[in-house]
C-alpha cells in the first residue's frame, strides 16, 4: 500500500511563487502524479515523474527524489485561476492503482 | 475527443430506488475507473475495468454493481443506497491499466470526468 502525506492548505500572492511538498512510502513505486482539482470538478492532469529530477511544463515544474520518497510541484508566477486543490498520487508498481493523498488547497490572493 | 464525459451531472436518490451513472470516452482507452470522492477528501478507488473485464474491484458493498458495454462505456448501477454513499463519483480512463508505457511513449496518466454529484435520501 501506499501512505502519502502533503500539507492541507497553502496561501500566497499572485505573482508569487508556491512549491507544494509531497512524502510517499510506498511497497512499490511506478510513478508519481499531479492533479489540479477546482472545487466541484474533476481532477486534471499536470504532471508525472518516474525517475528521479526535475520535470518543467511552463509555469508548473515537479521534482521526484525516490530514494527520499519525496516529490514537490512547483507553481511560478501564480495566477487567481491556480486557486485550486493539488493532488499528489502514487501508482503501484504491482497492481498499478493509484493512491492518492489528501490535496492542498492552494489560495491565491491579489 | 479528449475528455470523458458523465452523466447526470447531479443525481438525488431515496434509499429505495434503482439509478445508474454512465460515463463515456472516446479516446480508444481501454482502462476505465470508477472512484469515489466525499468533500475535501481524495478520490478513493472503487473499480478498474481493463478490456471490458473488470480487474479490480476494492471490496466494494454489492449495492454498487458496475458494467462495461463496451469499450467506450462504464456504467454504475446504484441499488439500495445509504446516506453516507453521498458523494462525487468520478469516471476515469487511460490508455492501459498498466504502468508507462515503454521507451516512455506514454505516462498512461488518467483522465477524469467531470462526476456525478450523488446524494441519497
Known amino acids: 500500500g501506499q501512505n502519502i502525506d502533503q500539507p492541507t492548505e497553502m496561501t500566497a500572492t499572485e505573482g508569487a511563487i508556491v512549491q507544494i511538498n509531497c512524502t510517499y512510502q510506498?511497497?512499490?513505486?511506478?510513478?508519481l502524479f499531479w492533479y489540479q482539482q477546482h472545487a466541484g470538478e474533476a481532477p486534471t492532469f499536470l504532471s508525472y515523474?518516474?525517475?528521479?529530477g526535475l520535470e518543467e511544463k511552463g509555469r508548473f515544474s515537479s521534482f521526484l527524489s525516490r530514494s527520499k520518497g519525496y516529490s514537490y510541484l512547483l507553481l511560478k508566477e501564480l495566477q487567481m485561476k491556480d486557486s485550486a486543490s493539488y493532488l499528489c498520487?502514487?501508482?503501484?508498481?504491482?497492481?498499478?492503482?493509484?493512491?492518492f493523498g489528501a490535496g492542498t488547497t492552494v489560495t491565491v490572493r491579489a | 475527443d479528449t475528455e470523458v464525459t458523465q452523466t447526470p451531472k447531479h443525481l438525488v436518490m431515496g434509499m429505495t430506488n434503482k439509478k445508474s451513472l454512465k460515463c463515456e470516452q472516446h479516446?480508444?482507452?481501454?482502462?476505465m475507473y470508477w472512484y469515489k470522492q466525499k468533500a475535501k477528501k481524495p478520490p478513493e478507488l472503487m473499480f478498474v475495468?481493463?478490456?471490458?473485464?473488470?480487474?479490480i474491484n476494492e471490496s466494494v458493498p454489492s449495492r454498487f454493481s458496475p458494467e462495461c458495454p463496451n469499450s467506450s462505456l462504464l456504467n454504475l448501477h446504484l441499488h439500495a443506497l445509504q446516506p453516507e454513499d453521498s458523494a462525487l463519483y468520478l469516471c476515469?480512463?487511460?490508455?492501459?491499466?498498466?504502468?508507462?508505457?515503454?521507451?516512455?511513449?506514454?505516462?498512461?496518466?488518467?483522465?477524469f470526468g467531470p462526476g456525478t454529484r450523488l446524494t441519497v435520501l
Open positions: 498520487a502514487v501508482r503501484d508498481k504491482d497492481d498499478y492503482k493509484l493512491s
Open positions: 475495468y481493463s478490456y471490458e473485464k473488470l480487474s
Open positions: 476515469a480512463s487511460s490508455l492501459q491499466h498498466l504502468g508507462g508505457l515503454a521507451g516512455g511513449s506514454s505516462y498512461n496518466e488518467q483522465f
Open positions: 515523474n518516474v525517475l528521479d
Open positions: 479516446m480508444g482507452h481501454r482502462a
Open positions: 510506498t511497497s512499490g513505486f511506478n510513478g
